[in-house]
C-alpha cells in the first residue's frame, strides 16, 4: 500500500504517497527513451497569453528536459489553430501534440480537439480516444483520470467497490467513470455534479470519493465515511496557497491525496509516458 | 405524462406508453423523408446465418418500407467486412449504414466499428461518435441509450434524480450514464454489474431504474422503490413467450416499460431517424 505517515500535532495522518507513483512512472520514461533511436518530441500549442498557462508550460519544459523529451512551444493565432494542428499531425518529428486550455475565444472545442491526430493524442482529448474507452481499450485516456486510476490501483482493491466521483468534466470525470467501470476493475461508480441532491449522503455511502470540483474545502468530513479513501483532483489557489477541494479535517478520517504533491505530479508524468507510448507505436 | 392503464384482476396497472413515443418518431421520420429531394438508404451489413439476426433484418425491411427508406442487406464474408464498409463510406447512394450482430468470429469488434463511417453511423457505434457524447455532442447516439432517454423525458424531469442503470454495455449502460449526466439532464447517475454489491439496496434508493443485463425475471418487487421509474431494456425469449428483465410483481408498485411494444419499438423508430438525419446532412 502506497501510503506514508506523517505526525500533526500529536494525531496521525495517512496521506497516499503519490509521489512514489509519479517516481515510478518516471523511471519507465526515462528507460524507455532510451531504448528508442530517436529522441521522442511533444509540442504543445497555445492560442492565448494566460499567465497560468504559460507557468504550467514552463514546468512542462522543465519535465521534459529532465526525462530527455524534446518539446517545443507554438503559439497560434485562432485563426491559424486548426492549420497548425493538421501541419503537426503531418510532421514525423512530432510524436505527441498537447493542447494548452483555455483556448482562444471564438474557437469550437470539439472541432480543435477532433483535429489533436489521434495517434499523437497524449492527453486523451480527441473524441476518437474517448469513444475508445467506452470500448474498454485506453491507448491514450485523458491523463488525469488515468493518475487518480494509477492511485485507486496502488492502495485498494476496485474491484466491487463503491465509488463516488464528484464533478462530470470530459477531462476528469465522465472518463474516469467509463475506466473504473472496465471490465477487471468493476468499480459501482456514482457521477455527481452541482445539480445532484444530498450529495453527502451519497458520498457517506462511498468506499472511495473522487472530488474534482475546483472548489477549495468543498468535501467536508461529515460527508466522508470513516476509513474511505479521497482522491483530491482539485487546485486551487486561496490566500497564496494551494490547496485542493478536500476540507483538511477529512484527512483525520480517511486516507487522502495530499495537493500539492498528489495526483497532479502523476498527471504530468503519465502525458510523458503517453508521449513515449506514441513514439514507441508510431516507429513500429 | 405518456402512460396507459390496464386493469388487470382488479388491479390498476400503470405502463409507461411507448407505443406512442415510437409512433411520433416515426411520423416525423415520414415527413423529413418527403422533403428530401432523393430517397435515403440504409444499408445493412451481416457477416452470419445468425436467425435472429436474419429475421431483426426482416423487420428492419419491412419498417424501412413503411417509412420510405431504401433498404438494403449485404451479406459479406469476414475476409471482406472491412472493405465492404470502406465501399459504403464511398457509396454517395448510401446513407446509414448498419453492421448486424452478433460479429463473424475473429473480426476485432474496434476495428469494425472504427470503420463504420462517422457520418453514416446511424447506430452510434463508432468511437468517435461515442466520444463526441462526453463533450454532450448527441449526433448520432446508440440507439438504444436515446429511446431511454427519449422515454425518460417523456414521463419525468430528470434533473436531480438518482438514476440507476444496471449494465455496463457499450450499446446502453455506458453510452447512457454519459448522455443523462448531459448538462441540462443533470442526471446522479450510478452504474451497476455483475460485480456490484448489495445492488437491490443501491436501486431501491433510486427514483429511476434502468435494466440491460439480459436475464428474464432479474429485477424483483423488493429490488424497487414504490413510485419508481423503471425501464426495461431486455428482450428474453422464455417457454416461447417474449419477456424483459423486470419481474411482473414490479408493475405493482413501479411504473414500467413494457415488453415486448416496449423501448425496442423506440430505439427501431430512432434507427430510421438516424438515416434521415444522415441524409440531410449529407444533403446539406
Redesign the interface.
Known sequence: MATSQESLEGGSIVWIDCKSIAKSIEEDVRKRVDLLSFTPKLVSVVGTDDPSTASYLRSQKKKAEKLGIDFEIIKTSPGDFLSTLEKLAEDKNVNGVFVARPLPEGLD??RV??AVPVEKDVEGV???????L??G?ETFPPCTAEAVVKVLESVTEI??K?VTIVG?S?TV???L??ML?KKGR?A??????S???NLGE?TRASDIVVVAVGKAHFLKRDMVKEGAIVIDVGINYVDGKWCGDVDSAVEEIAQVTPVPGGVGQITTALLFEHVVRAAERQKA
Chains 1, 2 share one sequence.
Open positions: 472545442e470539439k480537439f477532433s480527441n473524441p476518437e480516444n474517448l469513444g475508445f467506452l470500448y481499450e474491484s466491487g463503491k462530470r470530459v470525470g465522465k472518463p467513470a467509463i467501470l468493476d459501482t461508480v456514482t457521477v455527481c455534479h445539480r445532484t441532491q451519497i
